[in-house]
């Protein structure tokens, strides 16, 4: 019972529509099949994407950021089991949430093994305004059962904010639930702020930029709630303890995936700042 990629949140609730109305298909755009789509305008200064990629890559050769554990407490009421999940990614918000939206990322791929941990196999747009886009998606996700891998199918509606890096999920069907529903947040992380803003504590990116002088890293804060309640008789012991366990782990499994992405792209070989733009310019 993967939570990735686009989970997310609908945290601006009085500026949205709620999900049923919004689901129906806009007039104004076409439904697509298979496709991810880039958004239509960039939300962010490339500039500033490509200057964090840069601070990034010239600090893992001196000082490698250390990839903490996430942090993932789950508690039962009501029949329902809510995951919460903590975890901050040494990658500029972003570029950490692009990664996790774009089914052609290859986050969630273990080369060593050759396994495909979440695969997308069908998307179709029904709303798209701005930096919103909400998705009819059927992915499958590789559930970890005492060492074997088996696929899970999920058919999920989600809605995908680009700017605010917010997404929520909610369930049309998902095998072995009943409800299952979340949300996912992205957000900034001055992990420089007390080396290089001694005067100042910063508390927006721009304070954080003038402070540092352009120097401070930012990382990101990825956070995750998810509700979920087993159909019977999989909500009742043992079957509810194993159906949390593999939630549990599998979990896990996409989170250090993350981290490895995360690990592969502070590393990496930069490309010119020009070569960089126009990839983006493409999107």
Known sequence: MGVFPGFGSWINQNSQQ????EAKRSENVDSEEDDFKYPD?????LNDEQKQL???HEAEK?????????????????????????MTVGLHPELLYGYLIDPGSGTFHDLRKRRQLMQNKSRKVLFEKGPRQMMRVEKSVACNVFGVYFPISMDLIIDENRKDLMTQYKKEKVRFMKAFEGNLKVEPVFV???RLCKKKIPMTREEYKKCSGGQGKIASKLTIDQYYK?????????????????TIKTSKILLARIQDTSIAMRTAIQFPKETASNKHEKH
Do not use: C, Q
């Open 230 to 246: 087993p159909y019977p008789p999989f909500n009742l012991p043992p079957l509810s303890w194993f159906i949390r366990g593999m």
């Open 54 to 56: 840069d601070l990034w």
């Open 192 to 194: 420089d702020k007390e």
């Open 41 to 45: 305008k960039i939300y962010f200064d």
């Open 18 to 21: 709620p999900l049923k109305a």
């Open 62 to 86: 001196k000082h490698p950021w250390h990839n903490a554990s996430p942090k993932i407490k789950v508690t039962h009421e009501n029949g329902f089991y809510h995951m919460n999940i903590e």
